[in-house]
Every structure is written in structure tokens, then in C-alpha cells.
């Protein structure tokens, strides 16, 4: 059974553009959540999505936003990018909303310039 | 929100010895408390979990406790190896649900052949 996958692995950017990142959830996983990890502030809940629809959101400025397809598949996306994002983004594939453990992806390291 | 820290941020201990992880957190709402590993270049991988019903869980040689009075829990590893070297994160989830995870900052533990 294949694993979250995540693409792309790597990229740079430079301030001020837009990335978009993407995860395939384990077959059969209907839940996806993302997560920023950096040195500074370890891992950080961005959001959840579940049948399509956002659940839950954690405290990042409205530049991050995703969203997430009927195959279950998500996108997230930040837009105006600053230094700080740089970071190793996380997807994390579950059953359902509440019930099943999270599986993560190795992730998609982002270096802003 | 929620608060988690962790405790110590480096340990080393020798090949067999016992290692111990230490995490408080601070909404009493809290009642998913796992834990993840984290081997480089990888995503956290769950290694165990204890919800709030429960004190003390154990699978072969890795056991959690959970003390909701003093509201901290802990991971303990015996006879460690080699293999168990990696980055260990313990988490906490309340309201928002078992998505939106509150991380500790990290141990990264050193087993010493």
C-alpha cells in the first residue's frame, strides 16, 4: 500500500511569489492535514481537510489556504511568500476526521529566497 | 490554546539502558496525547498513543504514561538500540480534535552502541 505522497520534494522561490503544494493521501484516507515545520517553532498545525471541506485551521495569516479534491487528494498554497516560510511542509493522512492515526508524507521542503 | 513542553532536548544513553521523555501540556481539555519519531529526511511516524481515559500504555518496548492531575505524560523506551536514534515529538489534542495536534519541540535522542 503506497504512502502519503508528496510533490514537489524540493523547490526555492523568491519573496513576494506564490507556491502550491501537493499530497496524495494514502488510498482509502479521506482526511488530510498539513503542518509547517521549522528550527524555530517545530511543527505547527496549518489546516485539515475532510470530504472536501475545511475543519480545522490553525493560526497562519490568510496567504496559506488549501483545499481538497473529491479523489481526497489537497493542495495548499501560499501566496506573497516571505523568508520565513521557508520550512518543511507536511502532509498527514488519516480514515477519517477524527478516528484513525496520522500518517505523514516525507514532506516538501521550501527555501524562499 | 494549547501548550506542550518537552523535556530534555538532547539525551544520549548507551545501547540497553532506558531512555526517558518528559511533556506538560496545558489545556486540561486535552485527551489524545501521541507520540512520533522522526528519522532524518523522514515524516513523524506514530510510535504510540494514550487518550485521557487511560494512565499507562505499553507495546513491547516502548510505554507512555499520562498523569491528567499534573497533566504531563511521558514516553519511556527500554533496552534501547541503535535504531531508536532519531528525533521524538510527544503531541497534544483537545477540542479542536485529533487533527490539530499541539507538538512539544523535540528530543533528539542518541544511542550510544
Known amino acids: 500500500k503506497a504512502g502519503v505522497t508528496q510533490t514537489p520534494r524540493y523547490l526555492i522561490k523568491t519573496r513576494g511569489q506564490q507556491v502550491t503544494l501537493s499530497c496524495s493521501p494514502i488510498?482509502?484516507?479521506?482526511?488530510v492535514s498539513w503542518y509547517q515545520q521549522t528550527p524555530g517553532q517545530g511543527l505547527q498545525f496549518l489546516f485539515e481537510?475532510?470530504?472536501?471541506?475545511?475543519?480545522n485551521k490553525g493560526n497562519f495569516p490568510g496567504r496559506f489556504s488549501g483545499r481538497q479534491f473529491s479523489n481526497s487528494r489537497s493542495e495548499m498554497n501560499v501566496s506573497t511568500l516571505e523568508l520565513g516560510d521557508s520550512a518543511l511542509y507536511l502532509c498527514?493522512?488519516?480514515?477519517?476526521?477524527?478516528?484513525?492515526?496520522?500518517?505523514f508524507g516525507e514532506g516538501s521542503r521550501l527555501t524562499v529566497l | 490554546g494549547e501548550n506542550v513542553e518537552q523535556h530534555p532536548s538532547t539525551l544520549s544513553v548507551q545501547e540497553g539502558d532506558s531512555a526517558v521523555i518528559k511533556c506538560t501540556y496545558s489545556?486540561?481539555?486535552?485527551?489524545?496525547f501521541p507520540w512520533y519519531k522522526q528519522e532524518l529526511g523522514k515524516g513523524p511516524q506514530l510510535i504510540i498513543d494514550?487518550?485521557?481515559?487511560?494512565g499507562e500504555k505499553k507495546d513491547q518496548r516502548i510505554a507512555v504514561t499520562l498523569n491528567k492531575t499534573a497533566k504531563h505524560f511521558s514516553l519511556h523506551i527500554t533496552e534501547t538500540q541503535p535504531e531508536d536514534s532519531a528525533v521524538y515529538f510527544c503531541?497534544?489534542?483537545?477540542?479542536?480534535?485529533?487533527?490539530?495536534?499541539?507538538f512539544g519541540s523535540g528530543t533528539r535522542l542518541q544511542v550510544q552502541p
Open positions: 498527514a493522512s488519516s480514515l477519517g476526521h477524527d478516528t484513525g492515526e496520522l500518517f
Open positions: 488510498s482509502g484516507h479521506r482526511s
Open positions: 481537510y475532510f470530504s472536501e471541506t475545511q475543519r
Open positions: 489545556d486540561s481539555a486535552s485527551n489524545y
Open positions: 494514550i487518550r485521557s481515559n487511560v
Open positions: 503531541a497534544a489534542s483537545g477540542e479542536r480534535g485529533r487533527r490539530a495536534l499541539t
